[in-house]
């Protein structure tokens, strides 16, 4: 009897040292993730990084850890690691968006133009209408002096957002390089109506009306 109630009291004994541990373990994840957070709060990336790349261990394989991972490099101008975190946080939820945002920041922020594009149009495959996505590869591409495919980019998101100026003075200089005046012309004239200071709309719809009388 004595024995019975020996094991019992020691499975009970384990039972609580398995919970306690399991206690202290998540408060653990926790308060360095809350003093991660509190640090990038105050603009402390490197100390934002520092705790957090103490939480990595002791989570394994988190697409949550790993994408946080990736933000914080990518502020910190470590692209190679930001990289290489997205990339892992990428592996570990399939069809994520996230990922691919920070890959492409990451890009952008390098001036890398062809790994912008080929991860511009990963996203595309994903959701189409994307935003960021769309007006990267607009933007690449009139700066190749691709200006038809920057065209096409542009028109897809005016179609979609009407009211945003930028991209409607991105697709009216797209169609002066051109040479599509007549079409870039009202697109100035709509972005001036709203915001009469917009020095990129008064310069190209002042080209548009030189061109126009010759």
Known sequence: MRTLLKNKTLQSLWGLLIAASISCAEPSVSELWAKSLAAETDGDYVHALENHNKILPLVGKSYLASLRAGWLYYRNEDYSRALSFYERAAGQSSGALA???????????????????????????IDELNYTANSQLAAVYY?????????????KLNRLYPEDLAVASGLAWSYIEQGEARQAAPLFKQILMVSPDYAYAERGLNICDSISKR
């Open 99 to 125: 990922p691919l945002y920070g890959a492409l920041n990451c890009h952008v922020a390098e001036q890398h133009a062809a790994k912008t594009v080929k991860v511009a149009k990963a996203i595309l495959v």
């Open 143 to 155: 700066q190749e002096d691709k200006f038809s495919l920057a065209a096409a980019y542009y028109r």
